[in-house]
C-alpha cells in the first residue's frame, strides 16, 4: 500500500505494546510521584472513550497472578481501572501509599530479597460486541497488525515503528501481507480516540486483551 494516514487494527498482542504498556506505566503510583506518569493529573478524568473500561482482578481462580495477598501481605481484590472511559484509580504499595495518605491497592510486587515494586494482577480489557472480521469489514483502507517492533516512551506516548505480521486491508477485506510499513502516532491520544473494540478476547500470559481499531495513524511505506 502507498502511505496513509487511518485505521490501523491492532491484534492482542500489539495493543499489549502499543497501548497497555503505556496505560500501565501511568497508573503506577510510583510514577505519579516522580511527575513521570502521563496520567498524573487524570484521576475522575476522560482517558479513553466510553466504551472502555479496564480491571484489575487478582482474585478470579485459577488465573496465573490470582493471589490473595500482595508482596507486602496486604490483602488482594478487584480494582476497576478505567470505567467507561474515567480513570478510576492509581496502583499504589505501602510506600507510595503512605506518601499519597492513601491505603495500598494490593499492588505490591518482586521477589523476597528485592524493595516491593508496584505491578498489575490480571488486566481484563472489557470485549466490544463485535468479532475481529466483522470490524474488518467495516474498513475501507487500513492495516491489521499481529506484531509491533519500535519505540515508545511511555511518558509522552509517541511511538513509531514496524508493524510486523501487517495485512492490508481494503474494502473490508484483507488483501495481502505487507513488510516494512512503518506506524506512528501518540499511546494515549490513539487510547481516548479508539474506534472499535473486538469481542474476540486472547489470554497473554495474565492480560485478557481484545483488538483495538485505532484512527489517524500514521502508515509509511518503506
Known amino acids: 500500500p502507498g502511505s496513509f494516514k487511518g485505521k490501523v487494527l491492532l491484534s492482542p498482542e500489539a495493543g499489549d505494546d502499543i497501548i497497555l504498556h503505556p496505560i500501565i506505566s501511568s497508573i503506577n503510583s510510583n510514577n505519579v510521584q516522580k511527575g513521570t506518569s502521563f496520567f498524573k493529573n487524570k484521576l475522575n478524568k476522560k482517558v479513553a ?4 473500561s479496564m480491571q484489575d482482578d487478582p482474585t ?3 488465573q496465573l497472578a490470582s493471589s490473595p495477598f500482595d508482596r507486602e501481605g496486604v490483602p488482594k481484590k478487584r480494582l476497576t481501572i478505567i470505567t467507561n472511559g474515567i480513570l478510576d484509580n492509581f496502583l ?3 510506600y507510595t501509599a503512605k506518601k499519597a495518605r492513601r491505603k495500598s491497592t494490593g499492588h505490591a510486587s518482586g521477589g523476597a530479597t528485592s524493595t516491593p515494586g508496584i505491578g498489575v494482577s490480571n488486566v481484563f480489557i472489557k470485549p466490544g460486541t ?11 483502507e487500513g492495516l491489521l497488525v499481529t506484531r509491533f517492533s519500535g519505540n515508545l516512551d511511555v511518558i509522552t506516548g509517541d511511538f513509531s515503528g514496524i508493524a510486523k505480521g501487517a495485512f492490508y ?7 495481502f501481507p505487507v513488510k516494512g510499513v512503518m506506524i506512528a502516532g ?3 491520544d490513539a ?3 479508539i474506534v472499535e473494540i473486538s469481542s474476540d478476547i486472547k489470554k497473554i500470559i495474565n492480560y485478557n486483551l481484545p483488538y483495538l481499531l485505532l484512527d489517524d495513524i500514521s502508515v509509511t511505506s518503506t
Open 169 to 175: 486491508i481494503n474494502r473490508g477485506e484483507i488483501q
Open 92 to 94: 499504589y504499595n505501602s
Open 130 to 140: 463485535r468479532k475481529k472480521d466483522l470490524i474488518i469489514k467495516d474498513i475501507k
Open 191 to 193: 487510547l481516548l480516540h
Open 60 to 62: 478470579i481462580p485459577g
Open 186 to 188: 501518540n499511546a494515549y
Open 49 to 52: 472513550p466510553s466504551f472502555f
